[in-house]
């Protein structure tokens, strides 16, 4: 009577499958990979490659490669300094007070209330509008005309007459941060409110059964678990408020006086008006550089709050 043997694969069986295995997924995800390349890479470098060249629609036969020519030009600029600082300041306005009011609105729904869905419905609307609109809305919510907003800012004392801040240099950057801030809210709300809604309730009764004060808990067990989401979700915001021309655009056109000018209405003005798209290219991969640094800090802080 004959034994059967078993069948033992042999190596190069054994390494047949296995590269079959690791190639599989990339098989499947390779439709996905190509579009990506076509729709956003492709695209990206070839917007990088402008920043190298004199592309004017205006002097179509003057083009050609340049080099630094148009980063040089661009240091030289004074309006580009001007809308770099204005950039600090419109997207660090917006994000703190974006933060620390969405931040609040999530503390209040994670509570249990009356007319909570409601309340909640209502708070998410504003990231439901378009960008345009709001800004519309916004434009002529400050109008004294057929608006309150500076009627009411005078009844507080806030300003001297009823006028539109809009136009005034020294204001007119707080209009597109208030209806910025209006916008943003529901994204920090909506963010927090789901690292919130993760958090054990066991934590809190704990730390209430050993004594700690509403403060010490939102300290000692809040803070911690929302760290890694605060950070991932402030470097989006970021990167989202310093990109964010549409506002600015409808509402002030980066006036009166360049005062409401940051560096995305400034690229865009360049390269849509001017027909500059060289130079609009080159402050739009200086942006980009600025951008994928910030995120990178902020990621290696996140990297470390999950430590």
């Known amino acids: 009577m004959m034994l059967e043997t078993p069948l033992i694969p042999s190596r190069r069986s054994t390494g047949t499958a296995r590269l079959r295995l690791l190639a599989e997924p990339w098989l499947y995800l390779t439709p996905t990979l190509v579009l990506i390349a076509l729709f956003i890479f492709v695209p990206m470098l070839i917007g990088i490659s402008y920043a190298f060249q004199n592309l004017q629609l205006l002097n179509p036969m003057g083009g050609g490669w340049v080099g630094w020519d148009n980063f040089t030009e661009m240091f030289d600029d004074r309006r580009f300094f001007k809308a770099l600082g204005h950039t600090l300041n419109w997207t660090l306005s917006s994000l703190l007070l974006q933060f620390f009011l969405g931040l609040g609105l999530a503390l209040l729904l994670n509570r249990e209330f009356r007319f909570r869905r409601w309340v909640q419905a209502l708070v998410f609307l504003p990231w439901a509008v378009p960008a345009f609109l709001s800004g519309l809305t916004w434009s002529w919510l400050f109008n004294p005309v057929i608006g309150p907003l500076a009627h009411w800012l005078y009844a507080l004392g806030l300003l001297s007459e009823p006028y539109n801040i809009l136009a005034d240099p020294q204001l007119a950057m707080w209009g597109p941060v208030i209806a910025n801030v209006w916008f943003g809210i529901p994204f920090f709300a909506i963010t927090l409110l789901a690292a919130l809604q993760s958090i054990p309730k066991d934590l809190y009764e704990a ?40 506002l600015i655009v409808v509402m002030t056109d980066g006036g009166p006086a360049g005062s409401t000018s940051i560096l995305s209405s400034y690229i865009f003005t360049t390269a849509y008006r001017k027909l500059d798209f060289g130079y609009a290219s080159a402050m739009a991969v200086f942006l980009l550089v600025l951008m994928t640094c910030y995120a990178l800090v902020l990621l290696r802080i996140r990297h470390q709050l999950l430590k």
């Open 207 to 246: 730390a209430a059964m050993d004594g700690a004060s509403g403060w010490q808990q939102f300290k000692r067990v809040t803070l911690p678990f929302l760290a890694p989401m605060i950070a991932i979700t402030v470097m989006l915001r970021t990167i989202w408020i310093a990109n964010f021309a549409d």
